[in-house]
């Protein structure tokens, strides 16, 4: 910690330099560049780790998250915003180059866009080249090889990354068992100050970021900072405190814990990094549709909506900080997941598919003067909310129901702070530096004070569905048509299926089509399953309909989105 902040007080002493003692980058704005809502604002951008839409921004009356509902009563909130891949180095990959997995050709850990791919821009690049100190704090990229274990410094960031110190012990045995000892369970909250340091990773980077937030109001300096969370990633780490929130009487079951009878053999995921906990694997559970025990998935699901509420506090703390800074009228914060997580539907644990429950996320922004009225100077935008003691919820200040794509994000922040919005990519482009294979989604923010805006009206299943309709595209990697126990996480040269999964307003349609790893091509001649499912009557994905519906011009629209 102590080597990060010299660090960035040598670069911010550089930075007083006159401004042409740096040459701008490629992509730095030129005279073409748009003037934003935002226009010359700060960027703070907080990622969080496996986190399904369970807020009481999006409806959910159980789980209590006043400081993000806080948020949201102050942004634009998208009710349907998908990943590109459930899995988290592809999907982060994926979104912070603007690129879809296909094109970065990461679906696995385990290579670096740069050199297996193409050299593309990232977004914090971007903004580095326009002037602005990139900062990242936690998880953004995902660590190791996919990100030249370095979270891609120094193209993306001003100063090397930081991470917690705690961060190395998350998979340690620190989960006290009823028997005295120490396990390395799923379901694990914890006395902190038992914990290795007296602390946890998500503390760290929380206390970490509001000293960066300090240090930029000093130097008077536009940033771009990255905060990403780790929890509620497994394990299941939080507080012990915050289970008294959720009483297990009040924890139910999934609404669909059950395998649906018609879902495809090579769609299911089999949740072997579950499977793999010593609490889970005390339990002897049959592989790999073996049901766990109801009692046990109550507290899965209670520890889940524990460690949100722990985010939450974390993500509360942050937003204060920033209006003690004085930061808050200037900053555009968005707020959004990598993908989401399983609890249960479809007797399914964890992400690795294409449904909703796991490629659905929260995507929010927060930019003032346009998602909401002027602050007085010394008023507070985000006053912390405590959520043992906190009753009531937020409303959206603004709320979207168009289906929109995590890919969308650089295009968007580009527009939505001013600077040229990159070129969208060519039908080939891996050979182009910057472009982006989503579209800007900042013109729907430009809606009225809380104005809910509805997506596409209904459809009935007949061709006229599939014209102009926004879709979100996402895929899932298979090694085989049958659950095995590399199902969950295939290495790129293990796949030999890929699921494309293309999500409307109305239906969620799926083809899991034959995968060649050594050209990745992928052979819609050669169709293993697919899936279709009708969101009017079947909003929980639930029933296939794929066999015995005609389905020839999504077959059509899918082939066509992804030939572009």
């Not at 839409?53 to 102050?74: E, F, R, T, W």
């Not at 012990?240 to 009040?250: A, G, I, S, T």
């Not at 014209?467 to 295939?490: C, G, H, I």
Request: with cysteine; aromatic share 12%.
């Amino acid at each position: 910690m102590a080597a990060s902040r010299l660090c960035l007080s040598l670069f911010l002493c550089l930075l007083r330099l006159p401004p042409d003692a740096f040459a701008a980058g490629p992509a730095a704005a030129g005279p073409g560049a748009g003037r934003g809502p935002g226009d010359g604002m700060n960027v703070l951008f907080i990622i969080v780790d496996d986190l399904r839409p369970v807020l009481g921004c999006y409806g959910d009356k159980l789980v209590k998250s006043p400081n993000i509902d806080q948020l949201a009563s102050q942004s634009m909130v998208f009710s349907n915003a998908y990943a590109q891949q459930a899995l988290c180095a592809p999907s982060r990959v994926s979104f912070l180059t603007g690129r879809r997995p296909d094109t970065t050709r990461l679906y696995d850990f385990y290579s670096y866009w740069r050199v297996h791919a193409g050299n593309y821009s990232t977004m914090p690049q971007y903004f580095k080249e326009n002037g602005y100190v990139t900062l990242s704090v936690g998880k953004v990229f995902h660590p190791g090889v996919s990100s030249n274990y370095s979270d891609d410094y120094p193209y993306s960031w001003s100063i090397p990354p930081f991470h917690p110190s705690t961060e190395k012990h998350e998979n340690d045995k620190t989960c006290r068992g009823k028997d005295g000892k120490l396990h390395a369970n799923l379901v694990c909250p914890v006395n902190v100050t038992e914990m290795p340091g007296g602390t946890l990773p998500d503390i760290q980077s929380t206390e970490e970021a509001i000293h960066l937030l300090n240090v930029m109001k000093t130097a008077r300096q536009k940033f771009f900072l990255a905060v990403g969370y780790h929890k509620p990633h497994i394990p299941l780490r939080y507080p012990q405190e915050f289970l008294k929130l959720y009483p297990l009487e009040n924890i139910t079951l999934a609404p669909d814990p059950w395998v649906p009878k018609k879902l495809p053999s090579v769609a299911y995921n089999p949740w072997m990094d579950i499977r793999q906990r010593d609490d889970v694997e005390a339990l002897n559970v049959s592989f790999p549709y073996g049901p766990l025990p109801d009692d046990f998935q109550r507290r899965i699901r209670q520890s889940y909506y524990a460690a949100v509420s722990y985010l939450d506090v974390q993500v509360g703390l942050l937003l204060s900080a920033l209006d003690d800074a004085g930061l808050s009228n200037n900053t555009i914060v968005v707020f959004t997941a990598d993908h989401g997580w399983s609890l249960g539907e479809h007797g399914e644990w964890a992400k690795y598919s294409n449904f909703d429950v796991a490629t659905r996320v929260p995507l929010m922004f927060y930019v003032p003067r346009m998602t909401t009225s002027p602050v007085s100077q010394g008023a507070r935008v985000f006053p912390y909310l405590d959520p043992f003691s906190h009753t009531g919820g937020s409303s959206p200040q603004g709320q979207s129901k168009k289906v929109v794509e995590l890919v969308s994000l650089f295009p968007t922040l580009a527009e939505l702070a001013g600077l040229q919005v990159p070129p969208v990519c060519p039908k080939m482009s891996f050979g182009v530096v910057l472009c982006t294979e989503g579209r800007s989604i900042a013109h729907y923010l430009n809606i009225s004070e809380g104005e809910v805006e509805r997506g596409k009206e209904g459809c009935d299943g007949t061709e006229r569905c599939s014209n102009e309709e926004p879709v979100a595209l996402s895929q899932y990697p298979r090694p085989a048509d049958a659950p095995q126990w590399n199902s969950d996480k295939p290495r790129l040269m293990d796949i030999r299926i890929m699921g494309y999964s293309m999500r409307a307003i109305d239906y969620r349609y799926t083809l899991w089509v034959q995968y060649d790893p050594s050209n990745f091509s992928a052979d819609f001649r050669n169709v293993h399953a697919g899936e279709l499912y009708m969101m009017d009557n079947d909003p929980n994905q639930d029933y296939n309909v794929y066999n015995n519906t005609s389905h020839g011009w999504l077959f059509k629209k899918i082939t066509d989105l992804l030939k572009h």
